[in-house]
């Protein structure tokens, strides 16, 4: 055989070879999603634990963007995710009556906690947040705001305004804006003896704890939903439906709903499925 045939067949099995890894990269590439999600599912640990399960179940992978919730809804807004896993449910709501997300699915619930120095100083402990609010800005003692749009902010600013209180300046110079995740507002409240509201499965997988402590709880006001919904492929073509409905069929199937009420740490369970099919 020549040198110019040899050469002809090598560039021939080379281009073959070449198309099937192309093919198969574009088969990879159509079987994974990015889902916009909360630092709280990410932070307290349940995506770590959800998605090996979703992906012996169904062969995708999923890519987790953790936002505050009024991101991770920009990022549907703009279609840069194929589904939004968050928790914030007028916010929710709206992002699919402006045509942005297909269906809303609720998913499961926890609830929020007020954190603070376990010595109490503006005398917070109980199971009233509005009154405890109240405290915490009368005695002009440090608190951490996310301030950052997410679903724990906005149920933050909807305590402070049932307290009658939405002036920044009424709170006090002890008002801090991190502009932040739950884990650096957490690691905030530590290292400045701070009051903090938090959603509670971060705070059980938060380690560094100091002195603080769960102080106002129990409350029915600070109940946590959340919700999952495909990215409307009508706004956004580029949308992987198929993919992103297998996600959220499965997050609400029973098999799904049985693995988020099986991750736990230590003894405690930290969501609590609740899904609407």
């Keep these: 055989m020549s040198i110019y045939h040899q050469f002809k067949r090598l560039s021939s099995v080379i281009t073959a070879s070449a198309a099937i890894n192309f093919v198969v990269f574009l088969h990879a590439s159509a079987q994974s999603i990015v889902v916009a999600s909360t630092t709280s599912t990410e932070q307290s640990g349940l995506f770590s634990y959800l998605l090996p399960e979703f992906k012996k179940a169904s062969g995708i992978d999923v890519k987790v963007v953790a936002l505050g919730t009024g991101q991770a809804l920009d990022m549907g807004r703009r279609g840069d995710a194929d589904v939004l896993f968050v928790h914030d449910q007028v916010a929710e709501e709206k992002i699919v009556a402006d045509g942005f997300a297909v269906k809303r699915y609720a998913v499961m619930y926890n609830d929020f906690v007020l954190i603070g120095p376990a010595a109490d100083p503006a005398k917070v402990k109980g ?27 906005a149920a933050e600013l909807r305590y402070w305004k049932t307290a009658t209180i939405e002036n920044k300046a009424v709170m006090g110079t002890g008002y801090k804006e991190c502009g932040c995740g739950m884990g650096p507002a957490l690691n905030m409240a530590s290292s400045l003896g701070a009051y903090v509201l938090a959603d509670r499965g971060t705070w059980l997988s938060f380690k560094n704890r100091a002195d603080l402590a769960i102080l106002v709880e129990g409350d029915n006001r600070l109940f946590n939903q959340y919700g999952v919904m495909l990215v409307n492929p009508a706004k956004h073509p580029q949308t992987k439906v198929v993919e992103g409905q297998k996600f959220v069929d499965w997050v609400v199937s029973n098999a799904g709903q049985a693995a988020i009420a099986s991750y736990k740490i230590g003894s405690e369970q930290l969501f609590f499925p609740n899904a609407t099919k």
């Design 127 to 153: 199971k009233d947040i509005v009154e405890a609010l109240k405290k915490v800005a009368a005695s002009n003692i440090n608190f951490i705001s996310r301030g950052d749009k997410s679903g724990t902010h």
